[in-house]
C-alpha cells in the first residue's frame, strides 16, 4: 500500500556531509495517513537500529549517536523525509533503511549504502 524509495547514499570522506531522501508513494489512502517517517541503519554484522523519526506533526527522536550532526525534516505535501548527516564518521558506515507507519502498518524502503572512510 506505501513504497518508500531512498536516494542520496554514497562514499564520503570523515567529516564530508551527505543528505539522504525517502519518497512515499502508492495508495493514497494510505499515503495521506502516514504518521511517522524515519531512519535506521544497518551496519554489517549488527542488528538493525533506529537513527531519526518524525512524526506527521513534528515531533522527532534521534538515536543518542547522531544527535547534534543528523537532522530529520519532512515534506507532508511531497510525502518525503530527509536526513542531512553531518560530520560524518566512519562508524556511520551502514545501509540506511527509509521507514514509515500507516494505519497501523510499517512500511520499509529498500535502503540506500552510506560509507564513510577515515
Known amino acids: 500500500q506505501v513504497q518508500l524509495v531512498e536516494s542520496g547514499g554514497g562514499l564520503v570522506q570523515a567529516g564530508e556531509s551527505l543528505r539522504l531522501s525517502c519518497a512515499a508513494s502508492?495508495?493514497?489512502?494510505?499515503?495521506?495517513?502516514?504518521?511517522?517517517m524515519g531512519w535506521y541503519r544497518q551496519a554489517p554484522g549488527k542488528q538493525r537500529e533506529l537513527v531519526a523519526t518524525m512524526s506527521r506533526y513534528g515531533s522527532t527522536t534521534y538515536a543518542d549517536s547522531v544527535k547534534g550532526r543528523f537532522t530529520i525534516s519532512r515534506d507532508n505535501v511531497r510525502n518525503t523525509v530527509y536526513l542531512q548527516m553531518n560530520n560524518l564518521k566512519p562508524e556511520d558506515t551502514a545501509v540506511y533503511y527509509c521507514n514509515s507507519d500507516s494505519i497501523g502498518s510499517n512500511y520499509w524502503g529498500r535502503g540506500t549504502q552510506v560509507t564513510v572512510s577515515s
Open positions: 502508492g495508495s493514497i489512502f494510505f499515503v495521506n495517513r502516514i504518521n511517522t
